[in-house]
């Protein structure tokens, strides 16, 4: 079983920013970051390939970055501007294979990842 761990996620106020990490026992080439609020379907936010290739959902596009730091296995998302849409819980997710091709790596394909974290909550105020 791979074990995810997210962290950073807090309550603030409309406009401001929060750092979301998500450590991994390893490497994976295809990470991506997740949210849900109650009442809401699950929504693909980013994903990064290769430590490179970046994709991100039209709502938080020019407002988030996921970034991969290869050497401590970690993934972060810096998410600015935010509004209380934004308010939801995190979770960060890979395939079960720590290497697939770059077609594949994609949060609008969320069957892909296998192993999803425990979530941490953010909360948005306006």
């Known amino acids: 079983q791979v074990k995810l761990v997210e962290s950073g996620g807090g309550s603030v106020q409309t406009g401001g920013s929060l750092r979301l990490s998500c450590n991994a026992p390893?490497?994976?080439?295809?990470i991506g970051w997740f949210r849900q609020s109650p009442g809401k379907e699950r929504e693909g936010v980013a994903s990064i390939y290769g430590g490179g290739r970046t994709e991100y959902a039209a709502s938080v596009k020019g407002r988030f970055t996921i970034s991969q730091d290869i050497a401590d296995n970690t993934i972060h998302l810096q998410m600015d501007s935010l509004k209380p849409e934004d308010s939801a819980t995190y979770y960060c997710?890979?395939?079960?294979?720590?290497?697939?091709?770059?077609?594949?790596?994609?949060?609008?394909?969320?069957?892909?990842?296998?192993?999803w974290g425990r979530g941490t909550q953010v909360t948005v105020s306006s």
């Open positions: 997710a890979v395939p079960n294979l720590p290497w697939i091709s770059e077609s594949r790596c994609s949060i609008r394909a969320p069957t892909v990842f296998d192993y």
């Open positions: 390893m490497s994976w080439n295809c």
